[in-house]
């Protein structure tokens, strides 16, 4: 562990530099396309790390509004890859946090950068959404900060020293890189796990959110709806040797929540599992554009879920390696886009800013409003959001911000229909939700927490096209 001296440094300059590259991309509005983007693939090297993102006794979980951790019942853990020898460095990450807003997310993909010794625009960091986690937006926890009896959104302490520990160990596991020459692909049906949360009256209006878990019949009966019932799989080797495995699927990925018990739940659980069966290589697990789809069709929320949960996922997994073939690495490209979505029209920053002053409101009711005007003043700095794509052969890795609709996920499918497209979201999630136009008149709980406007659907799919088409 660093000293106190060096942990000082650190952070101080780590600040700053973020500051600077934040200020930066404020200065360019229009979507902009990395240099150094493509490599032919010579000496490629791959570095895979983990660290322990673990919240101490007392800290809050998912933004202060529900119980704060009273035990560990698993631990939650950063997971990544540095891929070296294809221009600079590439990092991609997943974080068992509930979400990474605006300058935490500027943040990690600094301090990572630094790191490996690259750019923030080469690196990809995304959360799984867990909800007994931490929400981590440091802007919205300056705001309750000012109030005084507000529980804290994310502990500044505790995420610096997440910061220090990644940096550490994102440094120390080049050191130990490996070479890497092919890679590999497959998919596989994951059964009775995902359905669609909206189910949408004959008026056209969002009926009821069948959420992450429901007792209520009418939930369980229903039928699935719009869904990606596929679980995906990309695997990097050395020779025949597996040294990274990324598995991606699509829902909201809790079982239960709100009890104060730190977990990875069910999808951290499989991936463990996974692990535990291969710990010769890293297993990574991201949530795809699951921000209307859930578990509520077949979770009660009970313990027994959980586990059942659990084993149908790493079913999925194993079914989705067993189709892989490995090919040799022929091409590799990096790619990024900015987009500034504008607000959406139906939130006001002076009646937000009621809200959270209001002492007499829940706690809900004070800390959500944080996040919001956080984005606001975001977008009115013009610092966009960067969406990116890894692309090697015929593979498509696409990293997209905050809680998606499945829509943009079948979308990039659709457009790149002669590759393998891998979609993570949950990247920087200062937008919240982020709905299709036609949901918007369609009410329901995902537009009431949409801080961009419906004109965001156009904006993020050109972006999606946009990275598709450079591969």
């Known amino acids: 562990m660093a000293s106190q001296t060096t942990r000082r440094h650190f952070l101080t300059t780590s600040a700053s530099a973020i500051t600077c590259h934040s200020v930066a991309q404020a200065q360019e509005n229009q979507p902009q396309e990395n240099e150094e983007n493509g490599s032919s693939p010579g000496n490629l090297r791959l570095a895979s790390f983990r660290f322990d993102i673990t919240p101490p006794k007392g800290h809050s979980l998912c933004g202060g ?102 940096y550490e160990t994102v440094k120390e596991s080049i050191k130990r890189s490996s070479t890497v020459t092919h890679i590999a692909h497959g998919e596989a049906p994951v059964k009775q796990i995902a359905g669609n949360r909206r189910i949408i009256g004959l008026n056209g209006k969002v009926l009821s959110q069948r959420g992450s878990s429901s007792t209520k019949p009418e939930h369980h009966k229903y039928p699935e709806g719009l869904i990606d019932p596929m679980l995906k799989t990309v695997t990097f080797y050395n020779g025949d040797r597996a040294l990274v495995a990324s598995h991606y699927y699509a829902c909201h990925p809790m079982s239960y929540y709100g009890d104060g018990r730190v977990s990875a739940d069910f999808c951290g659980l499989a991936r463990r599992q996974r692990q ?178 419906p004109e965001v659907d156009a904006m993020l799919s050109a972006g999606i096209e946009s990275l598709m088409k450079r591969a």
């Open 276 to 453: 535990t069966h291969n710990p010769e290589c890293a297993h990574l697990y991201f949530n795809g554009c699951g921000g209307n789809i859930g578990a509520g069709k077949y979770n009660n929320g009970s313990k027994e879920a959980r586990k059942t949960l659990t084993n149908r996922l790493l079913e999925g997994i194993l079914a989705s390696e067993a189709t892989m073939t490995r090919q040799p690495i022929k091409s590799v490209s990096w790619n990024t886009q900015e987009i500034l979505p504008p607000l959406n029209p139906a939130f006001d920053e002076a009646a937000l800013m009621k809200e959270i002053t209001n002492k007499a409101n829940r706690t809900v009711a004070r800390n959500r409003p944080a996040y919001a005007v956080a984005f606001m003043r975001r977008v009115q700095r013009q610092v966009p959001l960067t969406l990116s794509s890894l692309h090697i052969n015929d593979v498509s890795f696409l990293h997209l911000p905050a809680e998606c609709f499945i829509e943009y996920q079948l979308r990039a499918q659709a457009t790149a229909s002669d590759r393998f497209v891998a979609c993570a979201a949950y990247g920087d999630g200062g937008p919240w939700y982020i709905p299709t136009r036609n949901a918007y008149p369609q009410g329901g709980y995902a537009v009431g927490v949409a801080w961009c406007g």
């Open 65 to 166: 509004w529900i119980k704060p951790v009273i035990d560990i019942d698993d631990p939650l853990e950063a997971i990544g890859y540095v891929l070296l020898g294809a221009g600079k460095p590439i990092v991609i990450c997943v974080l068992d946090w509930t979400g990474l807003l605006n300058n935490a997310h500027l943040r990690w993909r600094q301090t990572l950068a630094e790191a490996a010794g690259t750019t923030p625009d080469r690196v990809a960091v995304q959360c799984v959404h867990q909800h007994n986690a931490p929400f981590a937006c440091l802007d919205a926890q300056a705001i309750v900060d000012t109030q005084g009896d507000l529980p804290d959104i994310i502990a500044p302490d505790f995420f610096d020293r997440c910061l220090v520990t990644g």
